[in-house]
């Protein structure tokens, strides 16, 4: 198996060894977890800055010919859906919107594999003008990052001024024909007090809100545990003005933990990655916008297909290389570790 080792070395890094494998087509791994959520990243750029997520100055660009092509990654996820049982496709970035051949790249994911759930997750600036032709070419899902209505804040979080856009993006996603619109928060100190005014908008345009904890994946590598908004932390916050009662998962795999809100039917989520760790139902498989496999938001150990498939090899062999890579993929994310690191790759250059 080629690799390409992109991060310090740690001790949750594993053996390549796929010796003990058992011969199925899905992407199983050690722990006996199977990979059907294919995540694509398409692109390291971005129009915003997320603090949390991407430095000032935005990511080092990938050369042109290092990012698969629109035909490389209508190839790939096909293999993917064709061969190793992927169930749903979600394309993010960077920001996806940022390249000009998503439509392309959907409509010939839809035409290989009719009826695929097709997700786009995105920051929805400049969706207004693209939302119609995305569920055109077969993209069947949205969710929206947006982490405040405040306009100061989203400027001082996204070190850019563009909350109309988001706004503007959220309501023509709607007006498409996109229902069950998600949309996720990442939250900050600061902006922790405006989670209860952000869940009552979403509720007002039938939006269905998911916070998330911040994950020590930014760029500027400024996380730290003391910072973040806990799970706990933000119920106590939303049950001033909301009443939560917590219901089942409908999907255990579905890392968001639900509540409904003042009785139902809408509801809220949280994912809890740091409090509350779900790796152990963890169904994700990566791909980045250069074409690697990354096993694991956290592992920096990387399966590159890119080189594969240029150099001539079958989609059984990229399919035999995406099993491999998965095979070995970690336990959990370590970051209760006292050795832990984060990974150098920064949310932004994965795709979360
Ligand atoms: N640009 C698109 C967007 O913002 O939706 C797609 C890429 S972005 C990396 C995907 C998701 O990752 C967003 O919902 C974002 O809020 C989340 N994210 C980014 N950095 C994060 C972090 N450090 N911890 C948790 N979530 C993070
Ligand atoms: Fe861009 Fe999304 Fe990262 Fe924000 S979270 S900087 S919008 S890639």
Not at 159 to 184: E, H, M, P, Q, W
Not at 294 to 318: P, Y
Not at 328 to 347: E, I, L, T, V
Request: charged share 25%; aromatic share 4%.
């Amino acid at each position: 198996m080629t690799t390409v080792d992109v991060g310090m070395p740690s001790v949750r890094d594993r053996t390549d060894d796929v010796s003990d494998r058992p011969e199925v087509p899905e992407l199983v791994d050690r722990f006996g977890r199977i990979a059907r959520d294919l995540r694509v990243s398409l692109t390291e750029k971005c129009s915003l800055r997320c603090t949390y997520c991407m430095p000032a100055e935005g990511l080092p660009e990938i050369p042109r010919e290092k990012l698969l092509t629109t035909s490389e990654i209508v190839r790939l996820v096909g293999i993917a859906t064709e061969h190793l049982g992927v169930h749903e496709v979600r394309f993010t970035g960077g920001e996806p919107l940022m390249r000009r051949d998503l439509e392309d790249i959907i409509a010939g994911c839809a035409r290989q594999t009719p009826g695929l759930p097709m997700a786009l997750t995105t920051n929805a600036v400049g969706l207004a003008h693209r939302a119609g032709k995305l569920a055109d070419a077969g993209l069947t899902r949205v969710n929206i990052s947006l982490d405040t209505l405040d306009r100061d804040h989203f400027a001082r979080l996204t070190r850019r001024d563009r909350l109309d856009s988001v706004l503007a993006g959220i309501r023509a996603a709607s007006s498409a024909g996109f229902t069950r619109i998600k949309v996720n928060a990442v939250l900050m100190p600061e902006t922790l007090a405006g989670a209860p005014d952000l869940l009552a908008w979403c509720l007002d345009e039938g939006a269905e809100l998911r916070f998330i904890e911040q994950m020590p994946l930014d760029a500027d590598h400024t996380w730290a545990r003391s910072q973040m908004v806990p799970a706990e932390a933000l119920l106590e916050v939303l049950g001033r003005r909301f009443s939560l009662t917590e219901t089942e998962r409908e999907d255990p795999s579905a890392p968001a933990e639900r509540w409904l809100v003042d009785g139902g039917p809408a509801s809220v989520g949280i994912i809890a990655s740091v409090t509350r760790s779900f790796c152990a139902d963890c169904d994700r498989t990566r791909l980045t916008a250069e074409g690697t496999v990354r096993s694991c938001l956290f592992s920096d150990r990387e399966t590159d297909l890119r080189a594969a498939l240029r150099g001539g090899a079958s989609d059984d062999e990229l399919a035999a290389l995406w099993r491999g890579a998965m095979w070995n993929k970690w336990a959990g994310h370590g970051m209760d570790a006292a050795d832990f690191a984060p990974p150098q790759r920064s949310m932004g250059a994965i795709g979360g």
